[in-house]
Nanobody, 115 residues
């Protein structure tokens, strides 16, 4: 079974930066998509950014130009560099991996951006 371990969440002031990391372990195939989602209390979980094993990326419109997703295929890790953070970015961020026939979620890490 696949396990996703996240790190890097915390508290940061508006305009600051944070870097989230996700390490995937287990029976992982090369053909997969890793990504980050976020969820605010009372709202639906939304895609922030994703990246395929070949490097194709997808970003939510609200984070384009501010966030950058990257991955290391050999290590099965994915990172999310978050710059110019805004209070609206405050949420629980979840690492996600979509494999051939299944998907997996991390436990979530809190990101809080103060005004």
């Amino acid at each position: 079974q696949v396990r996703l371990v996240e790190s890097g969440g915390g508290l940061v002031q508006a305009g600051g930066s944070l870097r989230l990391s996700c390490a995937a372990s287990g029976s992982i195939f090369n053909n997969n998509v890793m990504g980050w989602y976020r969820q605010v209390q009372g709202k639906e979980r939304e895609l922030v950014a994703s990246i395929t094993s070949t490097g194709t990326t997808n970003y939510a419109e609200s984070v384009k130009g501010r966030f950058t997703i990257s991955r290391d295929n050999a290590m099965n890790t994915a990172s999310l560099q978050m710059n110019s953070l805004k209070p609206e970015d405050t949420a629980v961020y979840y690492c996600h991996l979509r494999a051939l026939f299944s998907q997996y979620w991390g436990q979530g890490t809190q990101v809080t951006v103060s005004s």
